[in-house]
Structures are given as C-alpha cells and as structure tokens.
C-alpha cells in the first residue's frame, strides 16, 4: 500500500511541475449555493484532481489549463536539465575538481608497496573524496557566496547565477593548468588566440585541466615509486647472489617496504606534500 500510495503521489507531482501554475490546497472547495459538485469543478480556467481518498487530508492539486504551451514546455526544459545535471554530477566531481590527481597518487601508494587490494578500494576512494572537498572548500564555499545564496534569496536568476558559480571552479582550474596544455587544446579548437582567461572556453579548459593533472599526478607517483623500486632491487641482487632464484622478490622485499613506509611515517608525508601542491 505504501509504495502504490508513493506512485500515485510521484505521478501528481509529476503533473503538477509540467503544469507551470499547480497549486495544492488543503480542503476541497464548497460547491457555491444551486451549483452542483462537478460544475463547482468545472468552473473557471483550471482542472482539479481530486485525491482526498487517496492522499492523507484530503490535499487537493488545481492545474491552470490557461497556462501557454511555452510556459510548460519551458518547466519541462528546465527539469530535464535539473535531471541531466544531477546524472553528471559524478563526471563533473572528477574532471574539474582535484579529485583525479588525489585518486592517482594514492593509487600509487598501493601499486609501490605491492598491495593490490589493501586499503581497499572503497577506502582509498573516500579518502580521496574527503580530501577533494578539504582542497576545494574554499572554491566551495566562494561559490555558495557568490551564486548560491543570491540565487536562494532570489536577487539574480539561473543564469547569473551559473555563471558566478562557475568563475571559482574555471579559477582554480586555471592555476592547476600548465600553459602549454592549454594552447594546445586552444589551437585544437581553433578558436582565436584569447588575449585573458575570460576569453577561454570552458570546454577548452576542462580538457587541458585534465591532462595538467594527470602529469602532475604521474610525476608524483614516480617520486613515491622510486624508494621502495630501490629496495626491490636490493632484494633481488641479494637473492641472485644467494642462488635462490626460485624464490620471488616481491614476498620478500614486502615486509621491508611496509616497515619503511610506516617508520617514515608515509600517509602523513604523501596526504601533506599532495595537499601543499594544488597551492592550499
């Protein structure tokens, strides 16, 4: 019953949004004196859907028939795009926050060690999602400022407040981008030469952005990588020295690796030094 009761509000809902105009009220109307129930309903521009037997208290949705088919195809629009939005939520999260470098260094960290499954997958992502919003909270919270908060207060419309919201996070992209990168997406598009970074496109920078990441990312990685490449080595020269060459490296060198990685006490110098690089 709950769930035939939750569609049925889903679908009222759903046309009370196309609507443009819909309206709940409380308590049904009155019929007026010589009038009869369904010409009561009938009266007026509006369409009424009578759900008191279906909806605790008898809420009543009114549909405004006046409404001009631009009206509701523009509410249907900007549902689409809301919807749209929140589908690529998680693609903008990754490309045009500091998430892929974070995600790269730490995955990394486990390839260097040779733990293939330890911390778990699951945990190295939360760590790098919870490290992502540490780096971009000051974005974060310039966007609420300029863009969320007037747009709530209802003082600039969607558009303006697009457009401030977006002008942090193009900021931060462009002091992690190298310039290089940006040319050369810049001569790919084939747009004129921007003379500042206002003339730059989004779609130009986002790209450009990414890669700038990835090699910064790699060249960390290969820092972290080279000490415990080094140790492999050693324990492989000390085993072909003894003539057990049957015997892999990597079980043995493993032990000397984690020991390493926690006397120097390694999350806190690899989470520190990746935090310092995007500039915080």
């Known amino acids: 019953m709950r769930c035939r009761a939750l569609k049925i509000f889903a679908v009222v809902a759903g046309l009370a949004l196309f609507s443009n105009t819909a309206t709940a009220q409380v308590s049904q109307p009155a019929p007026a004196p010589g009038q009869s129930a369904s010409q009561a309903a009938q009266g007026g521009g509006s369409s009424s859907w009578g759900l008191s037997s279906l909806i605790p208290g008898g809420v009543q949705f009114q549909i405004d028939n006046n409404a001009t088919p631009q009206q509701k195809l523009s509410t249907g629009i900007k549902i689409v795009l809301l919807m749209t939005v929140l589908t690529i939520a998680p693609s903008l999260l990754i490309m045009m926050t500091s998430f892929v470098r974070i995600v790269i260094v730490l995955s990394f960290i486990t390839r260097a060690l040779g733990l293939q ?85 989004t779609y130009v920078l986002i790209p450009a952005f990414l890669i700038s990441e990835l090699k910064t990312a790699f060249i960390i990685g290969f820092v972290i990588y080279v000490p415990f490449l080094v140790i492999d080595m050693v324990v492989a020269a000390l085993l072909l020295s003894m003539g057990m060459m049957m015997l892999p490296p990597v079980i043995i060198s493993l032990p000397f690796k984690i020991i390493l990685f926690v006397l120097v006490d390694g999350w806190y110098l690899i989470v520190g030094s990746l935090i310092a690089s995007f500039g915080t």
Not at 117 to 137: K, R, W
Not at 139 to 146: A, F, G, R, V, W
Not at 153 to 170: H, Y
Request: proline share 9%; aromatic share 8%; no cysteine.
């Open 117 to 201: 499954s330890i911390p778990p997958t699951q945990v190295l992502l939360g760590l790098a999602l919870f490290l992502t919003l540490f780096v971009m909270y000051p974005t974060l919270e310039q966007i609420k400022t300029d863009a969320v908060d007037p747009y709530m207060a209802e003082q600039i419309d969607e558009q303006m407040a697009v457009k401030r919201g977006l002008a942090p996070i193009r900021e931060f992209m462009f002091n992690q981008t190298r310039k290089k990168d940006l040319i050369l997406f810049v001569n790919i598009s084939k747009i004129n030469p921007p003379q500042t970074r206002g003339d730059v496109p």
